[in-house]
T-cell receptor, first 110, second 113 residues
């Protein structure tokens, strides 16, 4: 069973809109929460990451919000662009390993 | 720099056949990983090598073996392929075992009939 639960499975957003992807976990031993972006036919690549003692981190149009007490975190893509169309994976690190969510396929319509 | 390279890109096997997936990185990274990606399952860790000379099981190691040949190369072997091993396989590397930034190869799409 997956240690990190991710939703939704897919979403469609209009150009300029906001995409929101949510993740939840149970294991309090996780100590870092990265997000990976994957384009079709490619391997995933690190997008942004957050520590659990930080509530929000922003890099350009991408923002991670983290709620430690609820054991939830989310990725917001502001002003979504067609080039953001990809699959996004949340992940959590424990010891030497990353546990990944199931992935969310984002489609941005022009 | 090529980053992480994987061979082959595509492979079709019959049930019971064996094969080895090759992975190499040119970033002088200490740690290397093998994942499989299946629809609706995300990426699941098969085996990893925290440093040259060590290997450990991940979440789904059954049916697989690995070899850390040297610092650059990490291979994944299927001894007797099964249809359940049909998947896309990714190799990744990171600077050290605790790094959350892993660099992924382009993947190998394996079909077992």
């Amino acid at each position: 069973q997956q240690q990190v639960k991710q939703s939704p499975q897919s979403l469609i957003v209009q150009k300029g809109g906001i995409s929101i992807i949510n993740c939840a976990y149970e294991n309090t031993a996780f100590d870092y929460f990265p997000w990976y972006q994957q384009f079709p036919g490619k391997g995933p690549a690190l997008l942004i990451a957050i520590r659990p003692d930080v509530s929000e981190k922003k890099e350009g149009r991408f923002t991670i919000s983290f709620n430690k007490s609820a054991k939830q975190f989310s990725l917001h893509i502001m002003d979504s662009q067609p080039g953001d169309s990809a699959t996004y994976f949340c992940a959590a690190r424990n010891d030497y390993k990353l546990s990944f969510g199931a992935g969310t396929t984002v489609t941005v319509r022009a | 720099n090529a980053g992480v390279t994987q061979t082959p890109k595509f492979q079709v096997l019959k049930t019971g056949q064996s094969m080895t997936l090759q992975c190499a990185q040119d970033m002088n990274h200490n740690s290397m990983y093998w994942y499989r990606q299946d629809p609706g399952m995300g990426l699941r860790l098969i085996y990893y090598s925290a440093s040259e000379g060590t290997t450990d099981k991940g979440e789904v190691p059954n049916g697989y073996n690995v070899s850390r040949l040297n610092k650059r190369e990490f291979s994944l072997r299927l001894e007797s392929a099964a249809p359940s091993q049909t998947s896309v396989y990714f190799c990744a590397s990171s600077e050290d075992p605790r790094s959350y930034e892993q660099y992924f190869g382009p993947g190998t799409r394996l079909t077992v009939t």
